[in-house]
């Protein structure tokens, strides 16, 4: 089972950028779907974007298509979430996940993965 260890999170103005980083270990992170999620407190975990392997089908949330970007760097075993001109919200805490059965498409992507981090958090200041 692969291990998953977010960084990248923090303090940031709105209108800003961040790059969350997920660094894998334990698994050739190619073989395995990715996905970023969120959760803020009292409120259900939610997928920002998702992407499927081998084939890279791509999901993204309403709320954050034109941009978040997801990426993976199968070399480096790294998943990153590029997050550009962030709204205030309700300080989530973001959690990076991995599978290598489960299969996200264009249109759908749930909790069904098998492997998440720790967390990181990010707060938009207004």
């Known amino acids: 089972q692969v291990q998953l260890v977010e960084s990248g999170g923090g303090l940031v103005q709105a209108g800003g950028s961040l790059r969350l980083s997920c660094a894998a270990s334990g698994a050739t992170l190619g073989y395995y779907a990715i996905g970023w999620f969120r959760q803020a407190s009292g409120k259900e975990r939610e997928a920002v974007s998702c992407r499927s392997a081998p084939d890279d089908r791509t999901y993204y949330a309403d709320s954050v298509k034109g941009r978040f970007t997801i990426s993976r760097d199968n070399a480096k075993k790294t998943v990153y979430l590029q997050m550009n001109s962030l709204k205030p919200d309700n300080t989530p805490v973001y959690y990076c996940?991995?599978?290598?059965?489960?299969?996200?498409?264009?249109?759908?992507?749930?909790?069904?993965?098998?492997?998440w981090g720790q967390g990181t958090q990010v707060t938009v200041s207004s």
């Open positions: 996940a991995a599978d290598p059965n489960y299969y996200p498409d264009y249109d759908r992507c749930s909790a069904d993965f098998g492997s």
